[in-house]
């Protein structure tokens, strides 16, 4: 079984480029989420989405950033006109359901996009 | 301000030891979840503690939870070099999206 996938591993952008970073969950998960990390630090959350809809995106700044999950392929985090400030590394998780009452399943993470931005 | 803060920042030990990590939180929890980052890779899930369990076990990993306290510990049984990696302690609300991280602790094991 394949796990998350993200690609590229490593991204560099000069500033005003866009990033495009590409996220394929396990098969059968059907909740997406992306986090930024930066070194020494923990991940913070970005945004949450579901099969063709945004849940949650109270991690991301408006502007700039959007984040999408189709009915088909890869959920994408795309980054326009990026500034010295978004390197980082961004990292995809997948579950495959948010159970009720908190008994949430684990995360399965993909190996990150590392974001330079020259 | 930040949950799930876990300490010692950095942890070195000798290869054979017990490596023990904490992590204190500031809300109420419904789980706790521990997850182990090696250099460049992505998070890989180990334990997740319920708010109404103590303690569960995972191999060389033992959990412990303490709601009164608001903490947990992370034990690691005869350590090995395979163990040298970043911890991380994530509290859990109602959604897993709503996850709260901390900064992690760096284990080293010294062979």
């Known amino acids: 079984n394949a796990g998350v996938m993200q690609n590229p591993r490593h991204l560099v952008r000069r500033r005003g480029q866009e990033a495009r970073l590409r996220c394929s969950p396990v098969k059968g998960h059907s909740h997406v989420y992306w986090y930024r990390q930066l070194p020494e630090e923990g991940l913070k959350f970005m945004v949450y989405?579901?099969?063709?809809?945004?849940?949650?995106e109270s991690g991301m700044p408006k502007e700039r950033f959007s984040a999408e999950f189709p009915k088909e392929g890869p959920s994408i985090l795309r980054i326009q006109q990026v500034v010295r400030g978004d390197s980082a590394a961004y990292f995809c998780?997948?579950?495959?359901?948010?159970?009720?009452?908190?008994?949430?399943?684990?995360?399965?993470f993909g190996n990150g996009t590392r974001l330079t931005v020259t | 301000s930040q949950q799930g803060e876990e300490d010692p920042q950095a942890l070195s030990i000798q290869e054979g030891e017990n490596a023990t990590m904490n992590c204190s939180y500031k809300t109420s929890i419904n789980n706790l979840q521990w997850y182990r980052q090696n250099s460049g890779r992505g998070l890989v899930h180990l334990i997740l503690i319920r708010s109404n369990e103590r303690e569960k076990h995972s191999g060389r990993l033992r959990v412990t939870l303490d709601t009164s306290k608001k903490s947990s510990s992370l034990l690691i049984t005869a350590s090995r070099a395979a163990d040298t990696a970043s911890y991380f302690c994530a509290t859990g609300g109602d959604s897993n999206y709503q996850l709260i991280w901390g900064a992690g602790t760096k284990l080293i094991i010294k062979p």
């Open positions: 998780a997948s579950s495959p359901s948010n159970t009720d009452r908190g008994l949430g399943s684990p995360l399965h």
């Open positions: 989405l579901q099969k063709e809809n945004i849940i949650d």
